[in-house]
């Protein structure tokens, strides 16, 4: 697929809700609920997305970011930010998140097929470049913003203001 269809699955265009459209008028006390039978709240799922963009965003720059020993170290022990401002920092650190990720997708052919260091077994038997960790990243986000468009609907909040499918 072409840098441009990755930049619009990056910004949730096409079949993808806009990720960011889904928490930026969140509240603290929304952003921090779990509905009965989900098993994390849209806090939880925006810090886990963050982690990740910026573990693999460390790892393209050539640092080595220790990988998780347990799958609970990419998730943040509370459900809730335990103030707005955290919340806040939150939202805006995923919004930089993806801009970087976006601008990385227009990097030149011979950069986004770089050859990225694994940090863990599990990336020795899978493409490790730029452009895969990008394609990556798109997939990750899909699923987890899935997630919160879930959650929303459950906490009744949903589409979000800017827009979302309401099939």
Not at 67 to 82: D, L
Not at 137 to 157: E, M, P
Request: aromatic share 8%; hydrophobic share 35%; glycine share 6%.
């Amino acid at each position: 697929m072409s840098q441009r269809t990755l930049v619009e699955l990056l910004h949730g265009q096409g079949a993808h809700t806009d990720p960011q459209a889904c928490i930026e008028d969140l509240s603290l006390a929304l952003a921090g609920r779990r509905p009965d039978g989900f098993p994390h709240s849209i806090y939880q799922l925006t810090w886990h997305m963050n982690f990740w963009m910026d573990y693999d965003l460390r790892r393209t720059r050539g640092e080595k970011p220790p990988y998780p020993r347990h799958a609970s170290e990419g998730w943040p022990a509370n459900p809730a930010p335990s103030t707005d401002a955290e919340w806040k920092t939150t939202v805006t650190r995923f919004a930089q998140l993806i801009a970087t990720h976006v601008a990385m997708a227009d990097w030149s052919p011979e950069e986004l097929n770089r050859r990225v260091e694994a940090t863990h077994p599990s990336h020795e038997t899978r493409s490790s470049t730029v452009l895969a960790i990008l394609w990556g990243t798109v997939a990750h986000n899909s699923y987890h913003v899935g997630q919160i468009a879930q959650v929303r609907r459950a906490l009744g909040v949903w589409p979000p203001p800017r827009g979302g499918d309401t099939w």
